[in-house]
């Protein structure tokens, strides 16, 4: 268990390419801190760093206060879960659990490793398959012995990299729930590489938002879902895309001088179609298409020229070609500037 | 009309093969039955002897130098067991050697893209020039460092031949890992070594049993360097082979083919030995994915 500080990280490659920018994080002990962000983040390159497997251009990581920055990747106890698994195919599932075991040489006798692989066998549900060959799992199965495997040497910290993209959605959810399960347990520190909001919201006690190579906000699901900092968080995350409109502040709220350029951003499901000539109606828009989704349906619109989406309880479903009326709660409103992106 | 069509391609597919097949076969048939046969028949005066008429082990008796019937015209019995023992040292230490150095290299190419992108094709251009135009200063060379007609001399000249071959089979091999392989173990805490040895050559076991195998076959039937080489302390069998003429005979093709044959062997066993990996190996490595 351990506490990660990471103080003004870059990485630039060869060629100019600065993957990392400047970054500062902490993650705390026993937390599980997802890190988000589109592909070409800087998100792989960050935990790359962690792990140790990448050396940064400047900056410094410490683990518990202790510098590792320059510690080899054997020697930071982390655990390395991968996208695409890497197992060792020619090993048998329990030759893969025990090989961190093996090459780290703590001093721990046989008989107490082949209880560890069992132990961990059964937390990850492979009990059943361990003189089986690695190599003939099915992708669920190869998953679960990449966790294991990463899960037997004690990490102090557990990095996980896209750990659950290649699976199929229902074994996903299970994973998904089993990790949380199995941290919340462990009271392991856990650092989690994703680009799907949805594991990130769901799993997190805490988002790095990532765009760029650098860090857009840093804060619980609810700040960043809620509060976003910029237009980028608010962008980036949520499961259908908030609503951005051009927006200006009236002159008589704005202060003397000034008349930024604004961008009002609204989530699709804190919008609500009422009747066109409704007194709660702020906005007029048009029915473009409406995706009915089961628990809830996704209706498209045009506002003035603008595309916007609202999420609603399926009920009283619109027609495609409907003129309806918006009416939306002040106080989830965003406002961002747009010189700068940032909220206001 | 269409099945009468197919019918008469099938048939030509048949005949094509068929002739394909004889005439990669047909030498060693030749040889085959020619290290069986008595002198008068491998070196007749009344036509082609298509069969043996008269099956001899003479020819395998004679290069093992225990002939009993040494005719007229025949040359001293000799013996080719040194010169085998030879060829196995020389052919193996030469394998070993590249494949030790080629597998390294070729590793860090794949993998740490080292010595930049042009490195490969430097390896390979030693290829590029046929091995007779530098065998006489290699020669002067080797008089010099006291290697001609040693092991040494061979097996340092056989794995510097056979390395380029080593470093580009087993670079593709090594690009068909994925990097996260290595750094898993790694993570786990190997050494880049540990890393290397533990984890990624297991991944290659077929690339590696192909690639020694084909390295040791060019080895193995090496003639030229060996020729210049080497003379009588550890003249390899090819050699061997070529020195088995008399003044009377010429060319003695039958105890030729039967050194031929004694010769088909060590590769066969070696190829049947790691024969569940090369069906792999040969096709591994060899498409991207």
Redesign the interface.
């Known amino acids: 268990m351990a506490e990660i500080r990471i103080q003004s990280l870059t990485k630039e490659f060869a060629g100019g390419v600065v993957a990392v920018k400047d970054l500062e994080l902490e993650v705390p002990h026993g937390s599980f801190v997802a890190l988000l962000g589109p592909s070409g983040c800087g998100k792989t390159t960050t935990m790359n760093m962690i792990?140790?497997?990448e050396r940064p251009t400047a900056g410094e990581i410490y683990f518990d206060g202790r510098p590792i920055t320059r510690v080899?990747?054997?020697?930071r106890n982390?655990?390395?879960v991968?996208?695409?698994?890497?197992?060792?195919?020619?090993?048998t599932v329990y030759g893969n659990l025990a090989?961190?075991l093996k090459?780290?040489k703590d001093g721990r006798s046989k008989a107490e490793r082949d209880a560890e692989v069992r132990r961990v066998a059964e937390i990850v549900g492979l009990s059943g398959s361990l003189e089986r060959k690695a190599g003939v799992l099915s992708v669920n199965d190869m998953q679960k012995v990449?966790l294991g495997?990463?899960m037997i040497?004690q990490p102090a910290i557990f990095l996980l990299d896209e750990p659950f993209s290649n699976l199929d959605a229902a074994f996903r959810a299970y994973m998904r729930t089993e990790l949380k399960r199995i941290q919340h347990e462990m009271g392991q520190t856990m650092v989690y590489v994703t680009h799907d909001q949805v594991e990130a919201m769901s799993m997190a006690d805490r988002i790095a938002v990532m765009n760029l190579g650098e860090l857009q906000q840093y804060g619980s699901p609810d700040d960043v879902y809620n509060r976003p900092r910029n237009r980028f968080v608010a962008g980036f995350v949520g499961s259908t895309r908030m609503n951005f409109l051009p927006a200006s502040l009236a002159p008589a709220l704005a202060p003397e001088g000034r008349a930024d350029k604004l961008t009002l951003g609204v989530r699709p499901e804190a919008i609500e179609i009422v009747a066109p000539g409704d007194a709660r109606s702020t906005l007029d828009a048009r029915v473009t298409l409406v995706e009915p989704l089961g628990a809830k349906d996704v209706v498209h619109l045009e506002v003035g020229g603008h595309d916007a989406r609202v999420v609603g309880a399926p009920g009283r479903r619109p027609h495609v070609g409907d003129s309806v009326g918006l009416s939306f709660d002040p106080s989830r409103v965003h406002l961002f500037n747009d010189e700068t992106d940032l909220a206001v | 009309m269409s099945d009468r069509l197919g019918w008469l391609r099938g048939i030509g597919k048949a005949l094509i093969v068929t002739v394909v097949g004889v005439v990669f076969l047909f030498p060693l048939y030749w040889i085959v039955t020619m290290a069986f046969k008595p002198q008068e028949e491998w070196q007749p005066i009344d036509g082609v002897h298509w069969v043996p008429d008269d099956w001899t082990l003479e020819n395998f008796k004679k290069i093992f130098g225990r002939a009993t019937d040494t005719g007229f015209f025949e040359a001293a019995p000799t013996d080719a067991t040194n010169a085998i023992v030879n060829s196995i040292v020389a052919a193996t230490g030469g394998t070993i050697l590249a494949m030790l150095v080629g597998t390294l290299t070729a590793y860090g190419i794949a993998r740490y893209k080292a010595g930049g992108g042009f490195l490969p094709f430097q390896i390979l251009q030693l290829r590029m020039f046929p091995p007779v135009a530098i065998v006489i200063p290699l020669l002067i060379m080797y008089a010099y460092l006291e290697l001609v007609d040693t092991y040494w001399g061979l097996i340092l000249i056989y794995g510097a031949v056979t390395f380029p071959f080593v470093v580009w089979l087993m670079r593709s091999f090594f690009q068909e890992v994925?990097r996260?392989?290595a750094?898993?173990?790694?993570?786990?805490?190997?050494?880049q070594w540990?890393a290397l040895f533990?984890?990624v050559l297991?991944?290659v076991?077929g690339g590696l049993a192909a690639t020694a195998l084909f390295v040791f076959i060019l080895n193995w039937s090496d003639f030229l360097l060996a020729l210049v080489l080497t003379s009588e302390q550890v003249e390899t069998a090819p050699v061997f082979l070529n020195g088995l003429q008399s003044a009377g005979a010429g060319q003695e093709y039958g105890p030729q083919a039967a050194l031929g044959l004694v010769l088909i062997i060590p590769p066969a066993i070696l190829g049947l030995a790691i024969q569940r990996y090369l069906v792999r190996g040969l096709t591994f490595g060899a498409v991207k994915r």
Do not use: W
Not at chain 1, 72 to 75: D, F, I, L, N, Q
Not at chain 2, 183 to 191: L, M
């Open positions: 792990s140790g497997l080899a990747p054997g020697k982390v655990g390395f991968f996208q695409n698994y890497a197992i060792f195919t020619h090993m090989f961190g090459v780290r990449a495997r990463s040497v | 994925p996260e392989i750094e898993a173990a790694i993570v786990d805490g190997c050494s540990g533990k984890a297991p991944q076991r």
